[in-house]
Protein backbone atom coordinates (compact mmCIF):
# COMPACT_ATOMS: atom_id res chain seq x y z
CA UNK A 1 0.00 0.00 0.00
CA UNK A 2 1.52 2.63 -1.11
CA UNK A 3 -1.44 5.38 -0.72
CA UNK A 4 -3.15 6.13 2.54
CA UNK A 5 -3.70 8.09 5.56
CA UNK A 6 -2.87 6.73 9.02
CA UNK A 7 -5.28 8.09 11.86
CA UNK A 8 -5.01 7.70 15.33
CA UNK A 9 -7.55 9.52 18.28
CA UNK A 10 -6.73 10.00 22.32
CA UNK A 11 -10.07 9.84 23.80
CA UNK A 12 -10.89 11.79 27.09
CA UNK A 13 -13.36 9.00 28.70
CA UNK A 14 -15.09 5.54 27.63
CA UNK A 15 -17.37 7.32 25.15
CA UNK A 16 -15.98 6.18 21.78
CA UNK A 17 -17.26 10.00 20.47
CA UNK A 18 -15.14 11.69 23.26
CA UNK A 19 -12.13 12.29 21.14
CA UNK A 20 -10.14 14.59 22.41
CA UNK A 21 -6.77 14.57 19.93
CA UNK A 22 -6.37 13.22 16.73
CA UNK A 23 -3.08 12.35 14.96
CA UNK A 24 -3.19 12.19 10.89
CA UNK A 25 0.04 11.10 8.19
CA UNK A 26 -0.89 11.09 4.86
CA UNK A 27 1.56 9.13 2.60
CA UNK A 28 1.28 8.91 -0.99
CA UNK A 29 3.84 7.13 -3.61
CA UNK A 30 5.50 5.14 0.09
CA UNK A 31 6.26 9.01 1.15
CA UNK A 32 4.73 10.86 3.95
CA UNK A 33 3.28 13.91 2.60
CA UNK A 34 1.59 15.83 5.06
CA UNK A 35 1.25 15.39 8.92
CA UNK A 36 -1.41 16.64 11.01
CA UNK A 37 -2.34 17.19 15.23
CA UNK A 38 -5.19 18.70 16.74
CA UNK A 39 -6.38 18.73 20.23
CA UNK A 40 -10.30 18.33 20.26
CA UNK A 41 -12.81 19.83 23.24
CA UNK A 42 -14.25 16.45 23.60
CA UNK A 43 -17.67 15.05 23.36
CA UNK A 44 -19.42 13.92 26.27
CA UNK A 45 -16.49 16.68 28.06
CA UNK A 46 -15.03 15.40 30.97
CA UNK A 47 -11.88 13.24 31.32
CA UNK A 48 -11.44 9.86 33.24
CA UNK A 49 -8.60 8.98 35.51
CA UNK A 50 -7.97 6.02 33.40
CA UNK A 51 -7.60 7.90 29.55
CA UNK A 52 -5.51 11.05 30.87
CA UNK A 53 -3.45 8.75 32.66
CA UNK A 54 -2.26 6.82 29.21
CA UNK A 55 -2.46 9.68 27.02
CA UNK A 56 -1.41 12.78 30.05
CA UNK A 57 -4.57 14.63 28.52
CA UNK A 58 -7.00 16.61 30.47
CA UNK A 59 -9.76 19.20 30.80
CA UNK A 60 -7.41 22.06 30.87
CA UNK A 61 -5.66 20.95 27.43
CA UNK A 62 -8.48 20.98 25.45
CA UNK A 63 -10.70 23.82 27.34
CA UNK A 64 -10.39 25.98 24.38
CA UNK A 65 -9.91 23.46 21.51
CA UNK A 66 -12.04 23.18 18.40
CA UNK A 67 -15.02 20.83 18.03
CA UNK A 68 -14.74 17.87 16.02
CA UNK A 69 -16.43 19.01 12.61
CA UNK A 70 -14.33 21.87 12.80
CA UNK A 71 -11.03 20.06 12.95
CA UNK A 72 -12.18 17.55 10.19
CA UNK A 73 -13.11 20.16 8.27
CA UNK A 74 -8.86 20.67 8.37
CA UNK A 75 -8.48 16.98 8.20
CA UNK A 76 -10.64 15.69 5.14
CA UNK A 77 -9.14 17.82 2.11
CA UNK A 78 -5.66 16.14 3.43
CA UNK A 79 -7.40 12.61 3.10
CA UNK A 80 -9.87 12.77 0.28
CA UNK A 81 -9.36 9.39 -1.70
CA UNK A 82 -7.15 7.58 0.34
CA UNK A 83 -8.19 4.90 2.42
CA UNK A 84 -7.38 5.32 6.50
CA UNK A 85 -5.26 2.85 8.10
CA UNK A 86 -4.75 2.27 11.81
CA UNK A 87 -3.24 -0.06 14.49
CA UNK A 88 -6.60 -1.51 15.92
CA UNK A 89 -8.70 -0.24 13.40
CA UNK A 90 -12.21 -1.49 15.62
CA UNK A 91 -11.06 1.47 17.94
CA UNK A 92 -10.12 4.15 15.77
CA UNK A 93 -12.81 3.42 13.24
CA UNK A 94 -15.53 2.96 16.23
CA UNK A 95 -14.29 6.91 17.45
CA UNK A 96 -14.25 7.99 14.12
CA UNK A 97 -18.01 6.90 13.34
CA UNK A 98 -19.52 7.65 16.98
CA UNK A 99 -18.12 11.54 16.71
CA UNK A 100 -19.65 11.98 13.22
CA UNK A 101 -22.73 10.64 14.93
CA UNK A 102 -22.84 12.95 17.76
CA UNK A 103 -22.72 15.94 15.09
CA UNK A 104 -24.44 14.71 13.13
CA UNK A 105 -22.33 14.47 10.28
CA UNK A 106 -22.68 12.32 7.35
CA UNK A 107 -20.22 9.53 7.38
CA UNK A 108 -18.10 8.68 4.11
CA UNK A 109 -17.93 5.43 4.62
CA UNK A 110 -13.69 5.53 4.48
CA UNK A 111 -12.04 2.20 3.58
CA UNK A 112 -9.75 1.34 6.61
CA UNK A 113 -7.54 -0.82 7.04
CA UNK A 114 -5.73 -2.64 10.70
CA UNK A 115 -2.02 -2.97 10.79
CA UNK A 116 -2.40 -4.60 14.43
CA UNK A 117 -4.29 -7.02 11.98
CA UNK A 118 -1.92 -7.47 9.29
CA UNK A 119 0.97 -7.83 12.02
CA UNK A 120 -0.27 -10.84 13.25
CA UNK A 121 -0.90 -11.67 9.94
CA UNK A 122 3.05 -11.63 9.47
CA UNK A 123 4.19 -12.10 13.13
CA UNK A 124 1.64 -14.73 14.39
CA UNK A 125 3.74 -15.40 18.04
CA UNK A 126 4.04 -12.51 20.34
CA UNK A 127 2.01 -9.46 21.45
CA UNK A 128 1.11 -7.04 18.60
CA UNK A 129 1.07 -3.72 20.74
CA UNK A 130 1.99 -0.67 18.58
CA UNK A 131 5.48 0.10 20.34
CA UNK A 132 6.50 -3.50 20.09
CA UNK A 133 5.40 -3.36 16.07
CA UNK A 134 6.83 -0.41 15.05
CA UNK A 135 10.29 -1.38 16.18
CA UNK A 136 9.90 -4.73 14.16
CA UNK A 137 9.42 -2.38 11.31
CA UNK A 138 12.45 0.24 12.68
CA UNK A 139 10.38 2.91 13.64
CA UNK A 140 11.05 3.90 17.35
CA UNK A 141 7.51 4.96 19.44
CA UNK A 142 8.96 7.17 21.72
CA UNK A 143 5.97 9.12 22.59
CA UNK A 144 3.18 6.43 22.44
CA UNK A 145 0.19 7.51 22.99
CA UNK A 146 0.53 11.22 21.63
CA UNK A 147 -2.11 11.02 18.76
CA UNK A 148 0.52 12.06 16.27
CA UNK A 149 3.39 9.68 17.02
CA UNK A 150 1.10 6.93 17.06
CA UNK A 151 -0.08 7.67 13.35
CA UNK A 152 3.50 8.32 12.18
CA UNK A 153 4.02 4.83 13.90
CA UNK A 154 1.08 3.13 12.15
CA UNK A 155 1.86 4.45 9.08
CA UNK A 156 6.02 2.78 9.27
CA UNK A 157 4.08 -0.54 9.79
CA UNK A 158 1.82 -0.33 6.99
CA UNK A 159 5.21 1.00 4.57
CA UNK A 160 6.22 -2.06 6.05
CA UNK A 161 3.62 -4.80 5.98
CA UNK A 162 0.56 -4.08 4.38
Known amino acids: MQNFAAIDFETANNERSSVCSVGIV ?3 NGEIVDRFYSLIKPEPEYYNYWCSQVHGLCAADTDNAPIFP ?3 KQIEPKISGLPLVAHNKAFDESCLKAVFRVYQMDYPDYPFYCTC ?3 RRVWPQGKHTLDIIAA ?4 NLSH ?5 ADAEA ?3 IALEIL
Open 26 to 28: VVR
Open 70 to 72: DVW
Open 117 to 119: VAS
Open 136 to 139: RCGY
Open 144 to 148: HHHAL
Open 154 to 156: CAA
